[in-house]
């Protein structure tokens, strides 16, 4: 997979950068956040998708060689192990998603909605 290189300004420019079959699983993750959780900012930070709750990051994704990153949190990570079991992750916050395969759209609400809850509750402190 070769990705343009030249610096992006929005998330459509990095979108636009990656072949189509990686592009369009890559919007449908995006579409699944803004559904999700409309209020959450989208904007491009440390050179990927980026969205923000109340001020404070919450989720990111990037595109990747082999894969999908979706990056959440430590405890989303915890929270879903059991369910995480069939897709590679790690202890900080990193789910990764093979482009081949289909989006588990169900399980990543569930994610996207523990990690909103979990940064308005750390917003409260």
């Not at 900012?41 to 404070?56: I, M, Q």
């Amino acid at each position: 997979m070769i990705m343009k290189t030249e610096k992006r300004k929005s998330v459509e420019d990095y979108l636009c950068s990656f072949p189509e079959k990686q592009r369009d699983l890559l919007n449908q993750l995006r579409m699944l956040i803004k559904k999700t959780m409309p209020q959450m900012e989208e904007k491009l930070s440390w050179g990927a998708p980026t969205y923000v709750l109340e001020g404070r990051y919450c989720l990111q994704f990037a595109g990747n060689q082999k894969h999908l990153g979706f990056y959440t949190s430590p405890a989303t990570i915890r929270q879903f192990q059991t369910d995480l079991k069939p897709y590679k992750t790690n202890e900080k916050n990193t789910l990764q998603l093979r482009w081949d395969q289909p989006l588990p759209e169900d399980l990543l609400i569930k994610m996207i909605q523990f990690r909103a809850e979990e940064v308005r509750r750390e917003s409260l402190k």
